[in-house]
């Protein structure tokens, strides 16, 4: 599955701009005034989308001719404060469960590791890269693998204590499972607590947890056993190819969210057949 059309790999898509764009916040005049043109949305949302898409300094713009880093970073967070990327992906989702229908019957939820060399807000000491700073995110997907939630924290942060916080940030409403059409959530053994066993039902899932690798052994063994929570590790692959996000370089936490919401944005987007 590509991440990307057949632009030039940096450009956000048309089909995509043309969702995001209604979505932008009132352009907001100069009190005094100015002589120089006002960069386009367009540009802007270019300059961030090859900011996420390349891993690029925000100063490396000003050699692309695309936008200037001062503007694209301006506008970039005239529009995180305006929820525009969050938004954008709950439209998705909403899109998603028009057409297919968001497939609630198997959820799959993990979280990943990011390096933050600069550290800041939800980062701390990530004991698997020599007690460096990371950040975690954790990441629910539905039974396809498109994200319906997602929250970060530090690398330090275990991913039992994010379940919770994971499970309440839904971005759609949730149907209420019952006894003919229950919910499944995998989960792997790093979840097998009993903090997690008692928060999972309290949620009303059916819980199943599988060691890792375990699926993929009982597939070559078991003809009808079906993989489920592998999906969320695909989602996880899917997000890292913005190199924004393998890396982090924001310190403030609601600009790293931003890029994630812009990542799961364009995933749910393809989804709901809007790329191609």
């Not at 919770?164 to 229950?182: N, Q, W």
Request: glycine share 10%; aromatic share 10%.
């Amino acid at each position: 599955m590509g991440m990307l059309n057949k632009d030039d790999g940096w450009r956000l898509p048309d089909a995509m701009w043309a969702q995001l764009e209604p979505l932008l916040p009132p352009r907001k005049s100069h009190p005094l005034g100015c002589h120089k043109p006002r960069v386009s949305g367009r540009a802007a949302m270019n300059a961030i989308f090859y900011v996420l898409r390349t891993g690029a300094q925000w100063n490396s713009l000003d050699a692309t001719g695309i936008c200037s880093c001062s503007s694209a970073y301006r506008r970039f967070r005239e529009w995180v404060d305006a929820g525009v990327f969050e938004q954008c992906w709950r439209l998705g989702l909403l899109a998603v469960d028009a057409l297919d229908g968001i497939d609630w019957s198997w959820l799959a939820m993990d979280g990943a590791m990011a390096k933050a060399p600069l550290g800041g807000e939800k980062t701390g000491p990530n004991s698997t890269d020599r007690g460096k700073g990371g950040s975690k995110r954790s990441v629910l997907t539905e039974a396809h693998g498109i994200p319906i939630s997602l929250v970060i924290d530090g690398a330090n942060r275990h991913d039992m204590r994010l379940a919770g916080d994971t499970l309440s940030a839904l971005m759609l409403e949730r149907p209420e499972p019952t006894a003919a059409h229950p919910q499944g959530l995998c989960l792997d053994q790093g979840y097998g607590y009993a903090e997690v066993r008692e928060t999972v039902a309290q949620f009303g899932f059916t819980l199943h947890l599988h060691a890792r690798g375990e699926e993929a052994w009982r597939i070559k063994r078991e003809a009808s056993f079906r993989a489920r929570r592998w999906v969320v590790e695909r989602t996880h692959s899917w997000m890292n190819r913005f190199r924004r996000i393998l890396v982090r370089w924001e310190k403030l936490a609601t600009t790293y969210l931003a890029f994630l919401h812009i990542a799961c944005a364009v995933i749910t987007w393809r989804a709901a057949g809007l790329l191609k």
